[in-house]
Structures are given as structure tokens and as C-alpha cells.
């Protein structure tokens, strides 16, 4: 089989090519053609002796791919057309995969020139008796089904077929083909994940300059739960960049607190609360993702009567910042099914309460300004390819710039600390084990597409 791949990165995609005809039986040699006209292919074929001769166009510096198959006699007889967005090493991975399912009939049925017919040294005779005869000898073979040049030859030989029905023919033979190409091709990355987890919480409110007037407030290793959902619909029936759209929100809650005065052991039942969410899109290259979230959330520290009424804490504020948040998030695949990821996010708080006892109600800083932002860092480990245990790490931090108040404070700073741990069940997307995530280590990788029951393997010429 000749092979001749143009355009950028061909010599990874002619390798790919190559692989694949190795793998069923088929040897392959580069091949340089002055063109794809049907008798510069006929005539490369005569002189390597080739059965076929795959020509091949990469495009947009790798991430697509356009494939024809032409027989020995210059014909056009099988084709394929590739897109992917993740770029080359996505190309490659799916090309591996499907080529032979797209174009394998193709090749499997393939002959060099010449094949199959009977030499008649002695005697020569026109065209179209040769072509007769070599259908009669070739009959014996019992081959599974006329080689795509014998049909070409018996159209010939009909008187009342003109160009117009062949080409009838072509474009009926080609249907099936655009409507392969129409189906997203290559896998979707994860379409769901699903965790839940406990956490552990610390924090930390403080005031500058301190005083006397107004509280600072501390709490160590509080016990709350904390869960997180991202979901791309379309990545469960359809690859390409509608895949990498989705949802995404993340909860934590923080139940049964409670916060107790030093001066006096008083306690006063405590809530705490950060729920926020958006719309993400996300960048798959390679064994790492990117992804970009829009969106807000809320997040509360509130105190509330026990036995000592609520209003004798009065010197200490509640917080209920609600925010805008613009997050970004890096993922990367290590090997042994281990995962690492990165985030972080910039909070706009547009308020932080301003009734009851919230922050910028009138008794304590009207005011006020707040910045904000989170950061996170957790390490993944994939053990079952539904299931991954995570561990982790993530800070909220709120900066606040006082303003005019009573006293007397120019700034302030909430800090939030959180360690947890996570089950993480995730739902791969469409076309997964096949060139999609990786399974897990042990797991048998799936079996490559069979052929059609037409298109048995068969050991070719060059």
C-alpha cells in the first residue's frame, strides 16, 4: 500500500497511517504523487506495484484530517475526514482508532495491477475481450465479493450506462461517508462528576487596629460537609467543543456550631454556609484541562440566640457576602491513575448584609468595602473507573476596607481555611475507551472495532 500524507504534522499522521495497515496485515511504502489526478495515481501504482495508495491533507495545524483511497487503476474508492479540536495527539488517538473501520473495506479488497489475470503471451486481443477473459479466470477464486476495479470494468462494458449514472453511483457510494463525517468524531471528556466529603473548617476574623469595642473571632477544626457537581450534557451523547459546556456548583455547609464567649461561657448556636455556581466552558489538550467558571454565590457566618439572647453578642458582626465569582481550574492526569488539580477564583462581593447584625448594617460599617478571592489545591486518585478519592485543601479570604465607623477600625480580614477529603463518582463522555480517559491501571484496554464480515483482514502486497 502507498502511502502519501500532506500538510502540517504529516509525518505523525503518516506513521498513525502506517501503524494501522501494519496491525492488519498490510505493507506500506511512502509514495510521492504529482497529483491525484486518476492516471498520475495509475500510474504510481503501476510502477511501485501498489494495490492502493492512501492520500491524506492535515489541516489547521493538526487538528483535521481528510483521507481517499484509490485503487491500483487510479479510482476513488474509499474516503474519511477527521476533526479534532484538542489538536494533534487527539488527532492521532482517533484516526488509530477508526481508519480502519471508515476505509478498511477499502484496502481489505484492494489488488495491484495486473492481479488475477491470466497472461496470453501468444496472442494479444482488444480490450475488451482481455477484460472478458479475465472475468472468466478470476471467477474460480471465489472471492468474497468483485474487487471495486472489476466493477469498474463491468459499468464499462455497459453499453447503456453513461458518465452521468457513474457518476450517480459515486455520489450514492459517498452518502454514507458524509454521514459518518457528520458524527462528532473522538471521544468527550468526563460528563459528570458527582463528590461528596467531609471538611474540616477554621477561621480567623480580625481587625486593624484591634479594639476593645469590637470582637475578633477564632474557631479551629469545625466539622462540615461539603459536595460538588459539574455536568456537561452534551458530552454524553457528542464530542467536539458543545462537550466542554456545562454547569457547575460546589456547597459547603458547616452544621451544629457553636461558638462560645470567653468572658463568660456563654454560647450562641452557629451556621455557616458558602454555596456558589455558574456556567463553566473547559479546554481539553493532552493529559490536562483547563476551565473557565462564571457565576456567584453566597457565603454566611451567622450567630444566633441560645440561652444568652443573640443581642448581647453586639460586639461582634455577622457576615453574609454575596458575590460574583470568575474562576479558573487546572486539572492535570499523572501517571498510575493520580490527578492533580489547581484552581482559583476572584470574588466581587457586591454586599456583606446590611440588616439584623450583618456587617454593614448601620451600627457597624456601613461603608465598607470588600475584596475577595479562593484558591484550591487537591491531588486525585482513580482507583475504579467510576470512583476517585480526593484530598485537599482550599483558603477563602475576604479583605475589608472599613470607612466611616464608630470604631474606629480602618480595615478588616476574614479568613477562611478548609481541609477535606472527597468520593468522587465520574461518568466518562461519549466515545470513552476509545482514545477518550484512560482506563484504570489493570483494566484490560477495550478491543479495537472489528471489520464488517466483508471486509475479512487479509495479508496485502505493497
Not at 495497515?21 to 491525484?36: C, M, Y
Not at 484558591?375 to 475504579?384: D, E, I, K, P, Y
Request: hydrophobic share 35%; glycine share 12%.
Amino acid at each position: 500500500m502507498g502511502v502519501s500524507i500532506s500538510g502540517p504534522h504529516a509525518g505523525a499522521i503518516h506513521d498513525v497511517v502506517a501503524s494501522v495497515l501494519k496491525h492488519h496485515h498490510l505493507e506500506a511504502t511512502s509514495t510521492d504523487l504529482p497529483g491525484e489526478a486518476q492516471d498520475a495515481v495509475a500510474a504510481a501504482a503501476k510502477q511501485g506495484k501498489l494495490a492502493a495508495i492512501v492520500v491524506g491533507e492535515v489541516k489547521d495545524g493538526g487538528k483535521r484530517l481528510k483521507l481517499r483511497v484509490y485503487g491500483s487503476g487510479g479510482d476513488l474508492v474509499g474516503e474519511g475526514s477527521w476533526s479534532e479540536a484538542g489538536g494533534l495527539k487527539k488527532l492521532e488517538a482517533v484516526v488509530h482508532r477508526t481508519l480502519w473501520r471508515r476505509v478498511g473495506g477499502a484496502l481489505a479488497k484492494a489488488r495491484p495491477p495486473g492481479a488475477g489475470a491470466a497472461e496470453r503471451p501468444e496472442k494479444a486481443e482488444p480490450p475488451e475481450k482481455d477484460g472478458e477473459a479475465e472475468e472468466e479466470e478470476a471467477a474460480p477464486e471465489a472471492e468474497p465479493a468483485p474487487s471495486d476495479s472489476r466493477k469498474q470494468s463491468e459499468e464499462a462494458a455497459k453499453p447503456d450506462e453513461g458518465e452521468g449514472a457513474r457518476k450517480h453511483k459515486k455520489k450514492k457510494a459517498e452518502e454514507p461517508e458524509e454521514e459518518e463525517a457528520a458524527t462528532p468524531s473522538g471521544p468527550a471528556a468526563t460528563a459528570l462528576e458527582l463528590a461528596v466529603g467531609p471538611r474540616f473548617l477554621w477561621r480567623k476574623l480580625s481587625w486593624s487596629p484591634s479594639t476593645p469595642n469590637l470582637s475578633a473571632y477564632e474557631v479551629g477544626r469545625a466539622p462540615a460537609i461539603g459536595a460538588f457537581l459539574a455536568w456537561y450534557p452534551a458530552a454524553h451523547f457528542r464530542g467536539g467543543w458543545l462537550s466542554n459546556l456545562g454547569v457547575v456548583t460546589s456547597i459547603e455547609y458547616t452544621p451544629g456550631l457553636s461558638s462560645t464567649r470567653p468572658s463568660d461561657g456563654a454560647s450562641f448556636p452557629t451556621k455557616e454556609g458558602d454555596y456558589w455556581g455558574g456556567l463553566r466552558g473547559r479546554l481539553v489538550f493532552g493529559v490536562a484541562q483547563a476551565a473557565l467558571t462564571l457565576g456567584g454565590g453566597q457565603h454566611s457566618f451567622i450567630f444566633h440566640s441560645g440561652a444568652t439572647p443573640r443581642q448581647s453578642l453586639g460586639e461582634l458582626p455577622d457576615v453574609q457576602y454575596t458575590y460574583g465569582r470568575a474562576g479558573l481550574d487546572l486539572r492535570v492526569a499523572l501517571p498510575a491513575n493520580v490527578s492533580l488539580a489547581l484552581g482559583g477564583g476572584y470574588r466581587y462581593v457586591f454586599s456583606a448584609g446590611d440588616s439584623g447584625f450583618l456587617l454593614q448594617q448601620q451600627t457597624y460599617f456601613p461603608s465598607s468595602k470588600v475584596t475577595a478571592f479562593d484558591a484550591t489545591a487537591a491531588v486525585g486518585f482513580r482507583f475504579l473507573r467510576l470512583l476517585e478519592v480526593r484530598a485537599g485543601a482550599d483558603l477563602r479570604r475576604y479583605a475589608m476596607t472599613a470607612g466611616t465607623n464608630t470604631y474606629n477600625v480602618t480595615s478588616g480580614t476574614d479568613q477562611y481555611i478548609a481541609a477535606w477529603a472527597q468520593v468522587a463518582v465520574l461518568v466518562d463522555g461519549y466515545g470513552a475507551g476509545e482514545g477518550g480517559p484512560a482506563a484504570p491501571a489493570g483494566k484490560a484496554a477495550p478491543p479495537a472495532p472489528k471489520a464488517d464480515a466483508g471486509d475479512e483482514e487479509k495479508p496485502g502486497e505493497e
